[in-house]
């Protein structure tokens, strides 16, 4: 028997329970992890709460980092004793986790268990947005909404890696210095009575930038097509203030035949060559110190609801992690 977290019904953080499970096993195409630290993350709470369909109990979490126990059969290339980190496995909120092992990345020396266990959502969406979705080039200038978050704070420093300028947008002055921090070159505040697209084009001498990164949505989606330059892309990989009401395909060309894509991060892994190399960027940057990733707090497993109310009462700052 292991420790884990269940989520026994849909409601609030009250109705995760500490309890004892099954442990897992290491089947075919598995290994079996002892789990050094699990990332905590909003559709975590989503899935307690049900608002993202689920069957109770369930053992809540995605990401996570430790170390291999056992090796499963059909799996090559590990070994007990590799430290490894994931970001899609359901019930990481446990003592011990069975993973796909073609969906595993290595953890290097140098990075510790925490933020290896928190990374890897935010890490990889914000590198395949600046690599995938839309290749930055040195000189682009990139609009980022919201990049005081999880993924705009990583972004933010990746597209400066390749080269590229970044416009960011926030909601409070405490949020523009994490971003200023993060290497943004303009940052401004949005919110009622600021003309977005009027501030972007003004920041880019009237032309508009070459990419906008939207994760919010509703709210910011009109704004980021008019701030876009000519054969611009635009990149729509969320929808925090609510989806986008349908629009016509045309505006597209009106708006000086732009390029729209709606990603996710699935389309990006699909294979472990690939998972592979956009985590060797993120390592890199993490053991060669131009990539800044802090864990914002860290809770024991046990009180995994108190670390709920936490994330969902706004009342942490960057990543939030549980240690077993």
């Given amino acids: 028997m292991i420790h884990a977290v269940q989520a026994v019904r849909a409601g609030g953080p009250e109705v995760l329970e500490y309890t004892e499970v099954p442990a897992p096993t290491a089947d075919e195409g598995k290994l079996l992890v002892a789990v050094d630290a699990a990332g905590i993350n909003f559709i975590d709470t989503y899935r307690r709460s049900g608002a993202y369909p689920m ?17 499963g059969p059909g799996v090559t290339g ?80 990746i597209i400066k890696h ?34 977005i697209t009027a501030t972007v084009k003004d920041l880019t001498g009237g032309e508009g930038v070459d990419v906008a990164y939207d994760g919010v949505g509703k709210d910011t989606f009109d704004a980021s097509l008019a701030s876009l330059k000519v054969r611009g892309s635009m990149v729509l990989f969320g929808a925090a203030s609510g989806p986008v009401p349908p629009f016509d395909i045309q505006r597209l060309n009106s708006s000086g035949g732009i390029f729209l894509s709606r990603p996710s991060l699935a ?51 960057g990543k939030v992690v549980l240690v077993p």
């Fill in 55 to 71: 069957d109770y109990p369930h053992i809540v979490g995605v990401e996570g980092s430790g170390v291999v126990e056992e090796v």
């Fill in 78 to 157: 590990f070994a007990p004793g590799d430290r490894v980190c994931w970001h899609d496995e359901h019930g990481s909120y446990a003592e011990k986790v069975a993973v796909r092992a073609d969906m595993v990345m290595r953890v290097p020396d140098g990075v510790s268990s925490e933020v290896a266990a928190a990374i890897p959502l935010q890490g990889l969406t914000a590198q395949y947005l600046a690599t995938g979705s839309h290749r930055i080039e040195p000189g682009q200038t990139a609009l980022v909404h919201a990049g005081a978050g999880g993924v705009g704070l990583l972004l933010t420093q």
């Fill in 162 to 195: 390749l080269g590229g300028k970044v416009i960011t947008t926030v909601s409070t002055e405490e949020k523009a210095e994490l971003s200023r921090a993060a290497g943004a070159d303009e940052v401004f505040l949005y919110g009622e009575g600021v003309d």
């Fill in 267 to 317: 389309w990006f892994v699909r294979s472990p060559e690939e998972l592979a190399e956009r985590s060797a960027m993120l390592f890199d940057g993490l053991t060669k110190g131009w990539l800044d990733f802090r864990v914002g707090a860290s809770f024991p497993l046990a009180e995994a609801a108190e670390a709920h109310r936490a994330l969902e009462g706004r009342r942490t700052t």
